[in-house]
């Protein structure tokens, strides 16, 4: 079946560490996105990509860092200049057509 | 910036009922905007894409409307079940957005389902 695998599901770090969050998708979509989700908040655009090596910011993209080497995958590092990086991270794609938006199960990433 | 509003924040009512969750957005020159379910710790899951050009659209039980004019979208819930309980969310992708495709979203409007 087709989807997007996040991984991992649960995710702990001590403060000052860098982490990557792993996003894959084998359904061929051109665009994937990174969301953050925090309590009580809607989900904000951190990155997104539309075609292979390349990427642009999306609103709060401060203390975070993506990469796009192949079509399938986008992962995401939380970098220790994140201020806040405990949050509920999703990961999204679709075609550039406007098609609708598919989510991965997302990764808590946890910073004590 | 397109803001996107949900009312009511939460939402109880009693199995069998019709409900209907509403979503508002601020500029209405919107490419197309959609609904989701999050059941919690979980990822979004779609459940109907509405185009500009479209004024509903019905999956099931469930019917959207969109009305760019006045920059409402609401979603029909018919018969509601337990198995509704989640949080349902809103959001739109502007035309001319700056974020390529991605979409901006509301808060989200929790609903619980009592048997």
């Known amino acids: 079946d087709g989807g997007i695998t996040q991984s991992p599901k649960y995710l702990f770090r001590k403060e000052g560490q860098n982490v990557t969050l792993s996003c894959e998708q084998n359904?061929?979509?051109?665009?994937m996105y990174w969301y953050r989700q925090d309590p009580g908040q809607g989900l904000r655009l951190i990155y997104y990509?539309?075609?292979?090596?390349?990427?642009q910011k999306g609103d709060i993209a401060e203390g975070y860092s993506v990469s796009r080497e192949k079509k399938e995958s986008f992962p995401l590092t939380v970098t220790s200049a994140q201020k806040n990086p405990t949050a509920f991270y999703l990961c999204a794609s679709n075609l550039l057509d406007g098609s609708p938006l598919h989510f991965g199960n997302g990764t808590r990433l946890t910073v004590t | 910036k397109q803001e996107v509003t949900q009312i009511p924040a939460a939402l109880s009512v009693p199995e069998g009922e019709n409900l209907v969750l509403n979503c508002s957005f601020t500029?209405?020159?919107?490419?197309?905007l959609q609904w989701f379910r999050q059941d919690p710790g979980k990822g979004l899951t779609s459940l109907l894409l509405i185009q500009s050009s479209q004024r509903e659209q019905t999956s099931g039980r469930l019917n959207a409307s969109l009305d760019k004019s006045s920059g409402r979208s609401t979603l029909y819930i018919a018969a509601s079940q337990p198995g509704d309980s989640a949080t349902y969310l809103c959001a739109v992708r502007l035309r001319d957005s700056n974020s390529g495709y991605a979409l901006n979203f509301g808060k989200g409007t929790s609903l619980l389902v009592t048997p």
């Open positions: 359904l061929n979509h051109d665009a």
């Open positions: 500029d209405s020159a919107i490419y197309n």
């Open positions: 990509s539309q075609i292979v090596n390349d990427f």
